[in-house]
């Protein structure tokens, strides 16, 4: 039997270490240095909407903690599609990430009959960091003062009360949507082009009831010009707090909210996607994240027990059986 000599087996290790070396210390030397450069933070809505208004504190702060400048670009469009999509097929090297929202990420994989992305294989979840309740809101001159005066009229005069929208596929629509399977009752939906048109429809007393998010209907629920029901998240407002849930209401297992959370491309690196995770997470769950988002009732993220991928998985399942409920599609 032959052997290698010593000094022959000791040149064969060294080659094999250093091909190691060289197959591992990208990777590392990469995730080491990230970021390097300014990085891109796309917020698939128009400037000055609710996904703007959470991603412009995000990214402020996580620049600072990174060391970079992380720059907001608004890429509105087919309910945020067009920017989430924008992020499916940039280079996962971590200079290009999404402010996702439950449209984007959860919905409009259901909602929409073409969707040129992928909600899971397309994104790596990096973390939540903000989510705000639905309220149920009604017109004051109505009989309806109680969630429960609301069901029992439905079920009195099925199909026949009128709930208003944003329009088809948001938020509002679905969580009514979602509710109406929750209490065994039907509601008519009516569907507008944005929540200020409904709420001025609702004010005026042309429909008498909306599901609107709380940081659209807040300044209407305070001036008296509309009366809240409940809100949808799993704890009340600290806008609202005299305002119950709709769990707390009879409806235990009943929750949705919109929220927001920071996705990348598919295939990032598992040292720069880690480095994320815990720069955003220490953000959302900074003191300085929650004063800069206002009094809109959008609340921070601060439990991360739950990663966001489980957390997604749970979402689209939820609202991929209220949009076949509700016939919801968008082409």
Do not use: C
Not at 75 to 100: E, F, H, N, W
Not at 166 to 176: F, V
């Amino acid at each position: 039997m032959n052997f290698l000599p010593s000094r022959s087996l000791s040149l064969l290790f060294a080659l094999l270490f250093a091909l190691l070396g060289a197959l591992l210390l990208p990777g590392l030397s990469s995730a080491q240095s990230y970021p390097s450069k300014p990085i891109r933070l796309v917020v698939p809505f128009p400037a000055g909407g609710p996904t703007d208004i959470v991603a412009r504190p995000l990214a402020i702060l996580l620049g600072e903690n990174l060391k970079q400048q992380v720059v907001i670009d608004n890429r509105g469009g087919a309910g945020g599609s067009i920017g989430a999509d924008l992020v499916a097929k940039s280079a996962p090297d971590g200079y290009t990430l999404l402010m996702g929202t439950v449209g984007t990420n959860a919905i409009n994989g259901s909602l929409y009959k073409q969707l040129a992305y992928d909600t899971i294989k397309d994104f790596t979840p990096i973390a939540l960091v903000a989510s705000a309740p639905v309220v149920i809101v009604v017109n004051p001159a109505t009989n309806i003062n109680t969630l429960a005066d609301l069901v029992r009229e439905a079920k009195a005069k099925p199909d026949s009360i009128g709930f208003g929208s944003a329009g088809n596929g948001t938020p509002g629509h679905l969580t009514g949507a979602l509710f109406e399977t929750t209490a065994k009752i039907k509601l008519k939906h009516i569907p507008y082009k944005g929540s200020a048109p409904a709420m001025t429809d609702l004010i005026g007393g042309q429909i008498p009831v909306m599901f609107d998010p709380i940081q659209s209907a807040i300044t209407h629920i305070n001036s008296g010009r509309v009366r809240p029901l409940a809100v949808t998240s799993k704890n009340r407002s600290p806008l609202l707090p005299n305002v119950p849930t709709v769990a707390e209401l009879g409806y235990p297992q009943f929750e949705s909210t919109a929220w927001w959370a920071v996705f990348g491309p598919a295939k990032m690196p598992a040292a720069i996607t880690d480095k994320l995770r815990a720069e955003t997470q220490k953000v959302a769950a900074s003191a300085a994240f929650k004063e800069r988002l206002g009094n809109l009732g959008v609340l921070p993220n601060t439990d991360f027990k739950e990663s966001l991928a489980d957390f997604q998985t749970k979402e689209i399942a939820k609202w991929a059986r209220t949009v076949r409920d509700s016939g919801a599609t968008v082409d």
